[in-house]
Nanobody, 122 residues
Framework: QVQLVESGGGLVQAGDSLRLSCAAS????????MGWFRQAPGKEREFVAA????????LVADSVKGRFTISVDNAKNTAYLQMNRLKPEDTAIYYC???????????????WGQGTQVTVSS
């Protein structure tokens, strides 16, 4: 069974940066893409960014474009989300996920981590 473990969340001030990590216990043939999603209190989970292993293709939500960067380290089976110029509205639980397609649709991601809390104070 594949396990995804997120780390790097925390409490920061507006304008600060954080880097989230997502370590995969192994990679399967259907794990072609790593994605990040977030869920704010009282809101639905939403897509943030996704990337193919190897970094050849990237998809980023408009709400974070220019501030967040997704990357992968193939040798470490780890995906990263670099978050710069954080805003209070970025406060959410951030989840990483793995799936076969570079797409925003959550149902197509087969494996999910437990999430890491990011809180941005004003």
């Amino acid at each position: 069974q594949v396990q995804l473990v997120e780390s790097g969340g925390g409490l920061v001030q507006a304008g600060d940066s954080l880097r989230l990590s997502c370590a995969a216990s192994k990679r399967t043939l259907t794990m072609l893409v790593m994605g990040w999603f977030r869920q704010a209190p009282g809101k639905e989970r939403e897509f943030v960014a996704a990337i193919r292993w190897g970094g050849s293709n990237i998809l980023v939500a408009d709400s974070v474009k220019g501030r967040f960067t997704i990357s992968v380290d193939n040798a470490k089976n780890t995906a990263y989300l670099q978050m710069n110029r954080l805003k209070p509205e970025d406060t959410a639980i951030y989840y990483c996920a793995a799936g076969p397609q570079l797409i925003e649709a959550m149902p197509l991601y087969q494996y999910w981590g437990q999430g890491t809390q990011v809180t941005v104070s004003s």
